[in-house]
């Protein structure tokens, strides 16, 4: 039996230690997991920190990107990859929306709705997240959320926060094993619950 290929888009996020350095090292480690191809990483842009009780100015400043990819993996297998890669880099779970050195949600796999206790795609608030939106915007200029409509639509209506981040973009670029997120490279062949998220 083929196993069924499904796009997904993923969104990242880190405001603790090198922020640039592990989303793009998280990047590379998940184009090299079995059952993931052709992941393409937008650049990554800089936003003010979002808490519980709104944006707070005083925390360390975010970096957010989103990359599409293609995968094998069900979508609780390829959420059990994100966590893996998240715990990898230090994430620990202790406040709902708080400092974390990786963050990665599933925004959405193919054109599936999931509700379930571990996950809910599409992501029930990436169409109210500029951190999203416009890198994803960089990425595909005519990109779709799927229950929203178009991301240029939603971003013109929410208004953009974010600034690029030019040290870390990585432009569109394939990643593979052996090359840094900033460069292109094929790809060898070979998220978190919604509520506990930064997204």
């Known amino acids: 039996m083929i196993a069924q290929v499904v796009p ?7 405001n603790l230690g090198d922020r640039g350095e592990t989303i793009a ?3 590379r480690e998940l184009a090299e997991t079995a059952g993931i191809t052709g992941l393409r990483a937008s650049p990554l842009r800089e936003t003010i920190a979002l808490t519980e009780a709104g944006p707070d100015p005083d925390a360390p400043r975010y970096l957010n990107g989103v990359a599409i990819a293609e995968t094998t993996l069900g979508p609780h297998e390829l959420l ?8 990898r880099h230090g994430r620990v779970r202790v406040a709902r929306w708080g400092d974390r050195t990786l963050d990665i949600d599933l925004i959405l796999y193919g054109g599936r709705v999931i509700q379930d206790e571990r996950l809910t ?22 990109a779709v959320l799927m229950g929203h409509g178009r991301v240029a639509d939603l971003l013109a209506r929410l208004g953009d926060s974010t600034r690029p981040f030019e040290a870390a973009a990585s432009g569109g670029a ?10 292109p490279a ?10 506990a998220d930064h997204v």
């Open 25 to 27: 090292a998280a990047q």
């Open 186 to 195: 094929a790809v060898p062949e070979t998220a978190d619950p919604a509520g």
């Open 80 to 87: 059990d990859a994100l966590q893996a890669a998240e715990a």
């Open 121 to 142: 795609v599409p992501h029930p608030r990436a169409h109210e997240r500029d951190f999203v939106l416009a890198p994803w915007l960089d990425l595909d200029p005519d």
């Open 8 to 14: 997904v888009l993923l969104a990242f996020g880190a």
């Open 174 to 183: 394939e990643l593979g094993a052996a090359e840094p997120a900033a460069t």
